[in-house]
């Protein structure tokens, strides 16, 4: 599952992977992609983005405001399979949600969970998205972008 996290002003939180080219480096390089995560046995899929949210950025301040119709599945390309997602899958299926942060950028802490998955975050328009380096999810965002846009207006 995934989470398109909005602030007040009706942007949208990426953060920058650290297990990818440009991480450590400028902030212009590397990466981009909204926390994500996968569903613990038993596990559904609203309390496990809220809890990946905790995990990945280390803040339980959001609610819930919408999701994506249906799942989406992306396929990684040859040269990744059997390197990323531990090796063991060739691609994933996700649900995606809409959620509202309701506390401060200072609640935002990438390093309560280690190894960290992100070294940087930041706030960007909706719209510009798809348009960061965010690897093979570039349909997905696309199509969230989209479905989501009624969310990035303030609140």
Known sequence: MG???????GMVLVARRTDMEGAGGPPDQGVWQCPQG???AGEDP???VLRELHEEIGTNAAEIIGAYPEWLSYDLPAHLIGKALGGRYR???????ALRFMGQDSD???????????????WVRL???????????????TRLAAYFARYAVAA
């Open 38 to 40: 996968g569903i613990d």
């Open 91 to 97: 691609g994933q299926t996700q649900q995606w949600f």
């Open 46 to 48: 609203q309390t496990a």
């Open 108 to 122: 935002i802490r990438l390093d309560t969970h280690l190894p960290a998955e992100f070294d940087l975050w930041k």
């Open 3 to 9: 989470a398109l996290l909005f602030n007040r002003q």
């Open 127 to 141: 719209e510009q998205l798809p348009h960061l380096n965010v690897g093979i999810k570039k349909d997905i965002y």
